[in-house]
DNA sequence: CACAGATCGAACCGGTCGGTACGATCCGCG
DNA sequence: CGCGGATCGTACCGACCGGTTCGATCTGTG
């Protein structure tokens, strides 16, 4: 029995729809832990129209990722302009965000990450790549609004930070790993932003 | 023509041979990236005798892991021992090897993380959060000896930047992560052993 | 020198994978 | 109302996967 009755017929709809769907999935199991007669299981989708929309696995995978990417963007730097003006309230606002995301039992740590991991893919490989561009515009500007003195060796450092806290979270013990790395961030935020070290 | 003419057979040798000779390329490949068949034909043993010594490929992939998490620790444990009794120094000690490594062509991230984000099983987790307890007590240990306030969250902080730096070598760009990653290990560690902060 | 066991190469197995094809069915537009 | 296209379920394909088995051959020990 094809075409269940209430469904729309609508492509983009469609494609917009096996996307939101299939992101969760991967996540959880993997790219390469799920094969796509499954996923579709999963999706409520037929393999054909899978791969109409996607051409490939890969394609999927590629098109998830991006979205994923663009979303996750979007949220920190909404959590950053929620926080007001006061770059040390910004950077506190990051790490609240990242320990309620670390507190979800559905972390895995990033996606992006762990598809660089798993699959050797030059496309995927660049996806990543400009995730972590994404984050280090970010932290650089909240750097160089503070005034610090080389705000793309504090974006940097902050960008390992959030990184580092990330996988800490995922592979080793989620609690408390947000504060932490706040702290150290509010630190080395406060040392670049001196002008002259009273201690030396 | 089985068993050439030359070759010891000795199955403690042989398994030590076929460890190390699998490391770097189920590194290079990934978990998944290659097959017991090709994997054992560049390591030239037969795939009989690779399920003999380690009855899976799992059993393998978990030896190997193993392996090289305690290989790795200890690398870094005698950089840190050779760089004297300045805590300062022992950062200093711990980036530079660091970026080495980084540097190296074959360099790609935390086999431990890559392992963990590739293959969800719980043995391969366990080994990674292992991992990550042997370097946050070497870490901890140059806290607590720097004479920190609270060498565990110290500890925990420079983990985070050792581990964000793995990541952000791996996938954003290797040029001066650890130069960077140590400026802000020195920091925080000299925030951490200031009794008190002139600047409140 | 003979025997036990380690190793080899190759064939083989069932299962799963990504991807394709097809006929049947339903939606949306003209 | 009718047609084109989107979707469905299912069967199918070749390739490869992890793992087993087997006979031939070599090594080390006693």
Redesign the pocket.
């Known amino acids: ?11 983009a ?3 917009a729809a096996i996307l939101e769907a299939a992101t969760p999935v991967l996540y959880e199991r993997g790219l ?1 832990g ?8 999963r999706l ?10 996607f ?5 999927l995978v590629e098109a998830m990722l991006e979205a994923r990417s663009e979303r996750v963007t979007r949220w920190l730097t909404e959590a950053v302009a929620a926080a007001g003006q006061d770059p040390a309230d910004q950077i506190a606002a990051v790490f609240d965000a990242l320990q309620r995301w670390y507190d979800d039992p559905a972390f895995r740590g990033c996606a992006m990450l762990n598809a660089a991991a798993q699959h050797h893919v030059e496309a995927v490989r660049a996806i990543t790549a400009r995730h972590l561009d994404r984050y280090l515009e970010l932290l650089t500007g909240i750097a160089g609004h503070a005034g610090a003195a080389d705000p793309h060796t504090l974006g940097r450092q902050l960008l390992m930070l959030v990184e580092g806290a990330t996988v800490v979270a995922a592979h080793h013990d989620a609690a408390g790993v947000g504060e932490h790395a706040r702290q150290a961030a509010q630190t080395l935020l406060s040392a670049a932003t001196t002008r002259t070290d009273p201690r030396d």
């Open positions: 029995m094809p075409v269940p009755k209430g469904s729309t017929i609508d492509p709809r469609t494609r390469d799920i094969g796509v007669a499954e996923l579709c299981a409520g989708v037929s393999k054909e129209t899978l791969y109409r929309h051409g490939t696995k890969d394609g």
